[in-house]
T-cell receptor, first 112, second 115 residues
Framework: DAKTTQPPSMDCAEGRAANLPCNHS???????VYWYRQIHSQGPQYIIH???NNETNEMASLIITEDRKSSTLILPHATLRDTAVYYC?????????????FGQGTTLQVKP | DAGVIQSPRHEVTEMGQEVTLRCKPI?????LFWYRQTMMRGLELLIY????????DSGMPEDRFSAKMPNASFSTLKIQPSEPRDSAVYFC?????????????FGEGSRLTVL
């Protein structure tokens, strides 16, 4: 699986959009980009994933560049409860679940 | 749905003792994962199963660690003998497999302290 690079930490003001970047320059054509987050002491939680196109769900939006070498997770209106470690993961997915390898992630601190 | 259930939530034991962590995956999920999390090493994948069969155990630290999945609704991770460096939070996760999103559902974790 391709490796990812994320900033170690970021701050965001409550109510503003949080934009979390991820570089995955060695991604291959059949690898997906996944985002998970881990709120203190809890198990990681799935947020969103995508292959080529931008994706949106009730939690967030995922913007993947045309060359697929980087992506951005957007939390449109961050709240204090969004304070967490956010993991960007690149992973092969073929229909049968393969392994998910976590990096160090970005610690997002949402401030009042 | 009850989610992934892990037990015990907290375990304190002495070096050399056997530790058994348990996991009940979400009903109908056919993949199960064991992870370990420490401050130093972050989240590490130890082993995962598809349809009760171990697929990749390359993350298991050493022979002191063993994992089993006797049926689709139960898995154990055993450490024998335990050592202080095994202190960590151990997470179990399950996934539906098939043509789904590939999402993993994590349990609340088992916090192990080895004195």
């Amino acid at each position: 699986d391709a490796k990812t690079t994320q900033p170690p930490s970021m701050d965001c003001a409550e109510g503003r959009a949080a934009n979390l970047p991820c570089n995955h320059s060695t991604i291959s054509g059949n690898e997906y980009v996944y985002w998970y987050r881990q709120i203190h002491s809890q198990g990681p939680q799935y947020i969103i994933h995508g292959l080529k196109n931008n994706e949106t769900n009730e939690m967030a939006s995922l913007i993947i560049t045309e060359d697929r070498k980087s992506s951005t997770l957007i939390l449109p209106h961050a709240t204090l409860r969004d304070t967490a470690v956010y993991y960007c993961i690149v992973r092969l997915y073929s229909g049968n679940t393969g392994k998910l390898i976590f990096g160090q992630g970005t610690t997002l601190q949402v401030k009042p | 749905d009850a989610g992934v259930i892990q037990s015990p939530r907290h375990e304190v034991t002495e070096m050399g003792q056997e530790v058994t962590l348990r996991c009940k995956p979400i009903s109908g999920h056919n993949s199960l994962f064991w992870y370990r999390q420490t401050m130093m090493r972050g989240l590490e994948l130890l082993i995962y199963f598809n349809n009760n069969v171990p697929i990749d155990d390359s993350g298991m630290p050493e022979d002191r660690f063993s994992a089993k999945m006797p049926n689709a609704s139960f898995s154990t991770l055993k450490i024998q003998p335990s050592e202080p460096r095994d202190s960590a939070v151990y997470f179990c996760a399950s996934s539906p497999g098939g043509t789904n999103t590939g999402e993993l559902f994590f349990g609340e974790g088992s916090r192990l302290t080895v004195l």
